[in-house]
């Protein structure tokens, strides 16, 4: 089974400061709920975050369970997952690809997690609100632990270091 946290904090222009940047770097994981749905392919932990000068606040948190039509077949990217991700999964093991632009389509895949292994993707991107013209960023964390669902915990993404880590920092990327 593989579970998948997709971690997004968003934040705008007056905390882009080094201050506050390392307040943005200390977050990496985050607990998952306690309730959790039943086994299936991927448990998926989707958590938005939101920055202002005081605190970084969860503002929405939502765990759900797909089956193996979650995965990336090729074609058009309606999945559960950001459109920067393509999860596939062959020879019992998952294949995670990253995509440095969000609509072109063309994937490398970063990480071949086999069980018990932990993959880290950390990528940013901005964008604009639509109606105010106000610029956002975001940072995008995300876990994957492949494991059995009987090692399902709230504290599973806690592990300090990931086996594989691939990130995507240097440029902010549009949406």
């Known amino acids: 089974m593989l579970f998948a946290q997709i971690i997004t904090l968003r934040y705008?222009?007056?905390?882009?400061?080094?201050?506050?940047a390392a307040q943005r770097r200390a977050v990496r994981f985050w607990a998952l709920p306690q309730e959790i749905p039943p086994e299936n392919e991927i448990l998926?932990?989707?958590v938005y975050l939101q920055q202002d000068p005081e605190q970084i606040a969860c503002i929405h948190s939502?765990?759900?369970?797909?089956g193996a039509d979650a995965f990336f077949d090729g074609g058009y990217h309606p999945g559960p997952f950001p459109a920067r991700l393509a999860v596939?999964?062959?020879d019992g093991a998952y294949h995670i690809g990253y995509c440095g632009k969000e609509h072109d389509g063309i994937y490398s895949n970063?990480?071949?997690l086999q069980m018990g292994e932990y993959g880290r993707i950390i990528y940013n991107q901005r964008g604009a609100y639509q109606y105010t013209?106000?610029?956002y960023y975001d940072l995008t964390i995300c876990n994957f632990v492949h494991a059995s669902y009987a090692e399902c915990r709230q504290k599973l993404f806690y592990r300090k270091e990931p086996d594989v880590l691939f990130e995507d920092l240097r440029r902010l990327r549009y949406c």
Not at 12 to 20: A, G, I, L, M, S
């Open 12 to 20: 705008c222009k007056d905390v882009r400061y080094p201050v506050f």
């Open 62 to 66: 939502m765990v759900k369970a797909y």
């Open 110 to 112: 970063k990480m071949h």
């Open 133 to 135: 013209g106000i610029w």
């Open 44 to 46: 998926l932990h989707m």
């Open 88 to 90: 596939t999964k062959s």
